[in-house]
């Protein structure tokens, strides 16, 4: 078994203090950004969002204060992540502190010596319980459950403010779900977690995002009997594409969309199909462009503000959101910054495909795609995964560090 097999499967040493510290940030982390997605925050405030991500910011730099094995390799990579904050901060009107793709890079490099296993039982433990009080509080009045009618459809919010935060936090449990377990997921478990997507996206009418997460239940059958059978090494060829989904989502959607023409019959339909997906974000493009570290590019959307409306004043009363992930990043966070995570995220499933863990290969592939038409996966509490940059990328970088220095 080779170190980065070893790195990201067998460090199964008990907790220290290090790791308390960072379960006690994350979950910090966790409970504040589910309270403000949520009716929590709207009908009982209760809490200000920006000073629990400063409480968490401090708990990790205490964590960070405790000894390391290599002073040297932990002001490198600090060093690189800080200077990505900085770009972060002067292109984004200095509002660091609520932009996701800090605390991708803050929690990639606080998590760099914390074993994924545990990240990923942690997020589905606590994650379940907090989904599970939002929808139940928002069933039974504690907390209002919004209701959207329009268009020939019906919407829940289920406790949160948007319709779709309840499918994609649940693809994500459910994804955490069948790595955790891989093949020994009974199938009972698949059917189980299959029905839940279904009852949900018959209440919130999330269509897309329901839709990708039934393929990566499909998926998770597909791979359970073939190892039942066969080997479980990945396929070279389709294991190699997978490795590459990122980078071909991303091409195809910013591609799509600049191509797109209205004046053309089959592309009108598909843009149709898709909510306007590619006319919003060919027409963000044209206004906006893309700077190489971006931009705080102001957006509405279907999203409903802190007192629990929907709010266009911002854009004078125009939708313009822009739902594909790829082109948020690069107009948002710009190309520096997106291409590096783009490359850190083909490398780490790459990796996973040398390591033949093909549910991460699966579930990574899905996720791209699931990237082409909606930015939530772009957070860490909807999306996990974002966090095995550390396991397959930061941690074969240290363990490098420490064999050169001992020769």
């Not at 203090?17 to 504040?32: T, V």
């Not at 000894?67 to 200077?83: E, H, K, L, Q, Y």
């Not at 693809?171 to 891989?182: E, F």
């Not at 038409?373 to 940059?389: S, V």
Request: aromatic share 14%; glycine share 6%.
């Amino acid at each position: 078994m080779n170190n980065q097999t070893a790195a990201f499967q067998l460090r199964t040493r008990r907790w220290t203090q290090k790791d308390f510290l960072f379960f006690l940030a994350y979950g910090l982390y966790l409970i504040g950004s589910v309270w403000d997605i949520s009716f929590f925050q709207i009908q009982y405030g209760g809490i200000a969002y920006k000073w629990v991500l400063f409480a968490v910011a401090v708990i990790l730099i205490l964590k960070e204060c405790f000894p390391v094995d290599d002073i040297r390799r932990s002001v490198i990579v600090g060093a690189v992540t800080f200077a990505c904050l900085a770009a972060v901060f002067l292109s984004h009107n200095h509002d660091l502190i609520l932009n996701p793709v800090t605390w991708i890079m803050i929690f990639v490099f606080t998590a760099r010596d914390v074993e994924f296993r545990k990240i990923a039982d942690f997020t589905l433990k606590l994650g379940s319980l907090l989904f599970i009080i939002t929808v139940v509080c928002s069933g039974i009045g504690i907390i209002r459950n919004y209701v959207e009618i329009g268009g020939g459809r019906t919407r829940h919010y289920l406790g949160f403010k948007y319709a779709l935060y309840p499918s994609v936090f649940l693809s994500n449990l459910t994804a955490l779900a069948i790595w955790l377990k891989k093949d020994q997921m009974p199938w009972r478990g698949l059917i189980a977690f299959a029905v839940l997507n279904l009852l949900i996206f018959s209440l919130t009418d999330a269509r897309l995002a329901v839709m990708l997460c039934l393929l990566m239940i499909f998926g998770a059958a597909a791979l359970k009997w073939r190892h039942a059978r066969k080997s479980k090494k990945a396929p070279k060829r389709h294991g190699r594409m997978l490795a590459f989904a990122f980078v071909f989502c991303m091409i195809l959607s910013v591609g799509a969309t600049l191509a797109y023409s209205n004046n053309v019959p089959w592309q009108s339909k598909l843009n149709l199909k898709l909510g306007h997906r590619l006319e919003l974000g060919q027409n963000s493009l044209q206004e906006h462009g893309v700077r190489p570290f971006g931009e705080a590019i102001i957006m509405s959307g279907n999203a409903l503000n802190d007192k629990g409306h929907r709010d266009l004043s911002k854009t004078h009363g125009v939708y313009n959101y822009v739902d594909c992930m790829y082109i948020q990043m690069f107009q948002n966070f710009g190309w520096v910054l997106t291409t590096l995570l783009i490359a850190l995220m083909t490398l780490a499933l790459y990796r996973a495909y040398q390591n033949g863990d093909t549910y991460l290969l699966m579930i990574g592939g899905i996720l791209a795609l699931h990237g082409t038409i909606d930015d939530l996966i772009l957070n860490i509490y909807q999306n996990t995964f974002w966090l095995i940059l550390s396991p397959l990328v930061i941690w074969p970088l240290v363990e490098k560090a420490r064999q050169a220095r001992r020769k």
